[in-house]
């Protein structure tokens, strides 16, 4: 299951000829929803589907009306209302109790592949951009225009949509950005779980470490890049690859400390130390720096509080706290869970 656009639209290139697809785009909210404004999938004659509209509830019933406009090539938009009796959503106690209004588009050579191989362009060349699509009137044939903007590249996990007027028309104006691009300095086993999280989060993974016994390929499989240059090339590479968080988890202070000297002048959203309070000062005094002295945000010891001391309970813990400062969110429970316990 691929949810993130990146991923969804990678699965989608080789294929866009081999079937048919339908672009499902969620382009209007009430009340609530499970999935955020501007969500799309992707739906294919052979039954593949490519991201979600919902928790699972409402796929099957979207890809039925899917095969309608792939047979007919004309576009359509459905609706689930989970507070009308007669709906659907209502009747099978299914959706999070709103309404939900999704747009479905034929996807084909002749309306440009609704301009979706230029967005998959522009998110593997880590440029942002914004995509258009025409709401109402409807474009039967289907409607998208993507837009680059190579001076956007301010990243943000949280989708930005909206509903606006142009020409007397309705669009849905859909910010794109790329994923998040993550560095893991040291390439040891407990960094295996930490960039497995990140890979299922599709976010890019860059492994950096020196040493030749880590950071072998088998056991970061999928990682966008593998590095073993000198920490000055490491620099260099992040600035050329925007990269937007580190994590500095080699379990040798040389190491951690030769990748902080040469990162201190860069504007990552995050940096991690992995460890105790102690070791962090440690790996600052070998960097021959200091917190104040670091361009970017420094995190150590890293992670949010959740407990459990396994590799993988680490892992969460630490990319927890990356999504939250990524996201600006500040990690507090949404129930207010904890605040009237003992």
């Not at 290139?13 to 501007?38: H, M, N």
């Not at 109790?97 to 362009?121: A, R, T």
């Not at 000062?281 to 890293?302: C, D, M």
Request: proline letters at 4%; a neutral charge; charged letters at 15%.
């Amino acid at each position: 299951m691929v949810t993130d656009l990146k991923s969804i639209l990678n699965s989608w290139a080789p294929l866009k000829d081999q079937q048919e697809w339908v672009l499902a785009t969620l382009y209007k909210i009430e009340g609530s929803s499970y999935r955020k404004l501007g969500a799309m999938m992707l739906i294919s004659s052979l039954g593949q589907r490519l991201g979600m509209l919902s928790g699972g509830c409402l796929e099957a019933d979207i890809q039925r009306h899917a095969k309608q406009v792939m047979s007919t090539l004309t576009s359509k938009t459905i609706s689930y209302d989970a507070t009308d009796e007669d709906d659907l959503t209502f009747q099978l106690g299914i959706g999070c109790g709103g309404i939900v209004h999704i747009l479905l588009q034929p996807i084909h050579k002749s309306n440009e592949y609704l301009q979706l191989e230029l967005m998959n362009k522009a998110l593997n060349n880590n440029i942002a951009g914004r995509y258009l699509q025409q709401i109402d009137p409807i474009v039967p044939v289907g409607n998208g225009v993507f837009t680059q903007n190579s001076e956007q590249q301010g990243l943000s996990i949280n989708r930005k949509a909206q509903l606006i007027e142009i020409n007397n028309a309705t669009s849905l104006q859909i910010s794109i950005y790329p994923p998040p691009h993550i560095l893991i300095v040291g390439g040891g086993a407990d960094a295996v779980p930490v960039y497995t999280f990140a890979k299922q989060l599709g976010w890019s993974v860059t492994v950096w470490d020196t040493r030749p016994a880590n950071a072998k390929r088998q056991y970061f499989t999928h990682a966008d890049a593998i590095l073993r240059t000198t920490p000055s090339e490491l620099r260099e590479y992040c600035l050329a690859n925007k990269v937007d968080a580190a994590i500095l988890m080699a379990h040798s202070v040389e190491l951690d400390a030769s990748a902080l000297a040469a990162l201190a002048d860069t504007s990552f959203k995050y940096i991690g130390l992995l460890g105790p309070k102690h070791r962090r000062a440690q790996v600052l005094t070998q960097a021959n720096t200091s917190v104040e002295q670091i361009k970017s945000p420094v995190f150590g010891p890293v992670g949010l509080n959740l407990g459990g001391d396994s590799p993988e309970s680490i892992a969460l813990s630490l990319i927890s706290e990356i999504h939250a400062v990524l996201s600006s969110k500040n990690a507090t429970s949404l129930s207010n869970w904890g605040n009237d316990k003992c």
